[in-house]
T-cell receptor
Framework: AQTVTQSQPEMSVQEAETVTLSCTYD???????LFWYKQPPSRQMILVIR??????QNATENRFSVNFQKAAKSFSLKISDSQLGDTAMYFC????????????FGKGTRLSVIA | DAGVIQSPRHEVTEMGQEVTLRCKPI?????LFWYRQTMMRGLELLIY????????DSGMPEDRFSAKMPNASFSTLKIQPSEPRDSAVYFC???????????FGPGTRLTVL
């Protein structure tokens, strides 16, 4: 079974600074997807960024980028130029690339952006 | 498209009562997932369907929980009888088998007194 670990329950960052959220996972699969979801106080789950395991290039979406280290089974999220609206819970998630299986989530990291 | 629709958004009930949560997936999506979110356990998969057929219900906590998907546009999650430990946020999500992204509904916050 796959597991996802987020070792930082809470983090804070000053507005306009950069912050990195950590995620590690355990799997015997070779083909899979990794995701970061954002859950603001509104409770809505929002996809921030995804990474296909077969791609070596790290995914980037505007101010959000990942550092994907497949051998180390590490998938960290970097948020640049942090904004107050980035305050949220962030969940790392794993999905096998075969059989259309569900997402497996980490426990989340609560990020507070401070003005 | 309106996205995944869940009702009610909030539900407060008393222990022992029956609770029914509802979900309408995005049109054309053939996978539907029910998750439960609590502070202690995070986001857990309860059950998921493919083309209205339950595929994996190993996450359903006990016989008090049941889920149905009578057609492609509607699913229910029922708890009978409800207990205080069932208090959580319940999310429904849907996905097309052709793409990777799951779309989540706004969730139902359930409080069992």
């Amino acid at each position: 079974a796959q597991t996802v670990t987020q070792s930082q329950p809470e983090m804070s960052v000053q507005e306009a600074e950069t912050v990195t959220l950590s995620c590690t996972y355990d799997t015997s699969e070779n083909n899979y997807y990794l995701f970061w979801y954002k859950q603001p106080p509104s409770r809505q789950m929002i996809l921030v960024i995804r990474q296909e395991a077969y791609k070596q290039q790290n995914a980037t979406e505007n101010r959000f980028s990942v550092n994907f280290q497949k051998a180390a089974k590490s998938f960290s999220l970097k948020i640049s130029d942090s904004q107050l609206g980035d305050t949220a819970m962030y969940f790392c998630a794993f999905m096998r690339n075969s059989g259309n299986t569900p997402l497996v989530f980490g426990k989340g990291t609560r990020l507070s952006v401070i003005a | 498209d309106a996205g995944v629709i869940q009702s009610p958004r909030h539900e407060v009930t008393e222990m022992g009562q029956e609770v029914t949560l509802r979900c309408k997936p995005i049109s054309g999506h053939d996978y539907l997932f029910w998750y439960r979110q609590t502070m202690m356990r995070g986001l857990e998969l309860l059950i998921y369907f493919n083309n209205n057929v339950p595929i994996d219900d190993s996450g359903m906590p006990e016989d008090r929980f049941s889920a149905k998907m009578p057609n492609a546009s509607f699913s229910t999650l029922k708890i009978q009888p409800s207990e205080p430990r069932d208090s959580a946020v319940y999310f429904c999500a849907s996905r097309s088998g052709q793409v990777y992204e799951q779309f989540f509904g706004p969730g139902t916050r359930l409080t069992v007194l």
